[in-house]
């Protein structure tokens, strides 16, 4: 009787499930009423006015509210979800504020749907791409199709990349008014505005051309532990059964594994692209200069890398470090901060109190419709806490309201502090954490900056925290960030990326060619100076 009951509830439950999914696809995919839709974005803006403290940073607000105003006088039919988008996110990208992203609903697939690509991969979703001089290139990649790195992606399903890229960058922001963003970020995160553009798909057909060859390829889901070679397989099956180790074999194989774990952690490795986040070797003539590529500052346990990299530095008396942050997103304060430690020579303040629009800012964060009711249910739980801690942290002043980081105290450098010549390569994809850390450099005249202009503004971004509220018929979400980050340094005029000091910037040839002339320039600098 238990086991029937058992099977009957399961039952029911994936009946509800699969109706839940039919139901929400149904909702995001037909025709909302012009009244709802004009609700949605009234709420939009409101939800925009209520929580961005720099809402009117970069547009007025008799401009922002002339252009939600048109925008309410356009929809005079009823639009699906999709619809709506494409007329939301370009108004909502004037705000000029990079954080703020506008993300149209997809349609949920059933729970079986969900298990039948559960152990299987999409590889074309793992390559890395760069968008340069009009051209999409294939600039890193998984198994077959490393053999066609430097490759020109020409066409996808018939449509040419040129095309589609021309019309996500209509719904994408980059801080103020700075331009360099737009080839590099979109180019850079090709697949997810595809696939946030089609929504799920089963396969798709790709040409590529490589110098005068033209290559079709075509992208299924396959497994993940299927192998290449059939005869491989069958060998295995035949092979004999592992030997039972020994009590000391088992012990240093639980030993390395569990040194492997921490370099993985330490490394920031990225289990679906097979690389790390941050890394460092020693490159240029006789290998004495050191080059710290970081890709990004969001994941792994970045200060065991510092400490064991700046360690190194020391132990050689290393005279060079070039540190790479083209291409690398953003992330953690603590991170940037805490890699700032190792270059400073002096006390610093790294980063001013952070203007907010509540004395709860992370109270606020997790209280969104667009939140699990777990991450609710948990926020409500701990409320006492997090206000106390808030209150805490949060004080106004001159009619705004500034929250308190560790970051925004004076600081000393770090007692393992690098003291040699430091190189920073840019561009136009440096965006968010990656800009703030350049601010500091340049403001501080510590490094000298290579390459293109970043994405990023000099004075500061809007984020630290983010609140999602998704918009009640619709289902479209609003990602805003609720905390002003700056360094302590301004420039003008405002809306400006961190410029180089020595400008250079990426070509076509230099991407067919395997040529890096931003690293090479710094290796002849410094030569030349010995």
Known sequence: MIKKALLLALTATSIISCKSVERYNEEVTKKHSVVALKEDVAKAYFK??????????????DELDYKFDSLQNTINEPLTSMELYLKLAPVVKTVGQGHISVIPPQ??????????????????????????????ILARATNGDSLLVGSELISLNGETPQELIKDYNKNVASDGYNKTLFESFVGKRFQRYYARDKGFIDSLNVTYKLKDSVFNRKYNWIDKKAKKDSTKVDSLKISASPKRLTKVARKALRKK???KRKDRSKYGYIPQIKANTREMTFVGKD????????????????????????????SLQTKDLIIDLRDNGGGRIAEINDLYSYLAQEDFTFINESEVTTRTPILNMFMSNAKSPVSQGFAILFSPIIVAHNLLKTKKRDGKLYYKFRQSKVQSPHEQNYNGNVYVLINGNSFSASSILSTNLKATKR????????????????????????????????????????APYKVEPDGYGVTPDIEINTTLADLESGNDPVINWVLNSIEERK
């Open 107 to 136: 349609k949920r697939r059933t729970k079986e749907e969900r298990k039948a690509n559960k152990n299987k991969k999409f590889d074309f979703f793992t390559s890395e791409f760069q968008y340069v001089d009009n051209h999409l």
């Open 48 to 61: 925009l006015q209520q929580n961005h403290p720099r809402l009117y940073q970069y547009i007025s607000k």
């Open 447 to 486: 490094a000298t900056l290579v390459g293109q202009e970043t994405g990023g503004a000099y004075n500061g971004t809007v984020a630290g925290l983010f609140k999602p509220y998704k918009l009640p018929t619709s289902k479209i979400i609003i990602n805003m960030g609720l905390m002003q980050v700056d």
């Open 257 to 259: 594994n569990k040194q």
């Open 287 to 314: 290998s004495v200069t050191a080059y710290m590529k970081i890709k990004g500052f969001t994941n792994g346990d970045y200060e065991a890398f510092y400490e064991e990299s700046f360690k190194l530095l020391d």
